[in-house]
């Protein structure tokens, strides 16, 4: 039986995979700096990352290995998990009444074999009132999440529209993330014939 081993500490992506029925064997969460490189644009940043963190995560020759990247682009600017809610402030301002893109790209490797899908969508954000950002930095939930907000919770309410996988603005394409699956050989519908 093929193990699988989730590359990640998010518990979003624990979560996505088992809406899936994939429960993973094993979790090994991945330390790599995430500092973007200079002049690096958000897209070659997302991919870049997701495949230095599946890189980085040790597994056996025949183990099939998860990771994936969440980063939030405004125009150049790659937004990144706030340290403080001074920060956090700063991106939701940002954020705010505009546009942007969210790009997660997964990695998967098995052995020598590797695997990858960068999956952007776009999201609008309506115009944050004071009260609205008072009340969700006090929350807390933008906690650990790229851009500051999680579109799972309540941040839900400040978006009125998104073009693409809201799964991937959650941290995991599960459409992508099923075929990349299959690809290295992982039996989601059973093993094949
Ligand atoms: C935009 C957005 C991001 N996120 C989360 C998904 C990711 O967990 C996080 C982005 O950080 P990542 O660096 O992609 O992942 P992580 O640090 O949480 O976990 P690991 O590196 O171990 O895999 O932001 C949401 O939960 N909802 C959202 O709407």
């Not at 994936?68 to 990144?80: E, M, N, P, S, Y």
């Not at 990695?107 to 776009?122: L, Q």
Request: aromatic fraction near 6%.
């Amino acid at each position: 039986m093929v193990r699988l081993i989730l590359g990640s500490g998010s518990p979003r992506r624990r979560e996505l995979l088992k809406q899936i029925g994939v429960e993973p064997d094993e979790i090994r969460a991945p330390d790599i700096d995430e500092t973007p490189l200079k002049g690096e644009v958000p897209r070659a940043y997302c991919a870049r990352i997701a495949r230095e963190k599946v890189t980085a995560v040790a597994a056996a020759e025949d183990d099939i290995v998860l990771c994936a990247d969440t980063t939030v682009a405004v125009g150049r600017r790659i937004l990144g998990k706030a340290e403080n809610e001074a920060e956090a402030r700063g991106f939701l301002n940002l954020l705010s009444g505009r546009r942007h893109r969210v790009i997660t790209s997964v990695a998967i490797k098995r052995g020598e074999n590797k695997w990858a899908r960068d999956v952007e969508t776009a999201v609008r954000m309506k115009r944050l009132s004071a009260a609205e950002i008072d009340s969700y930095i006090a929350s807390g939930d933008w906690r650990g999440k790229a851009g500051a907000y999680g579109i799972q919770g309540a941040a839900g309410a400040f978006i009125p529209w998104i073009n693409g996988s809201f799964t991937s603005v959650v941290g995991l394409p599960l459409a992508e993330t099923a075929n990349l699956l299959i690809a290295a050989g992982y039996p989601l519908y059973g093993e094949p014939s």
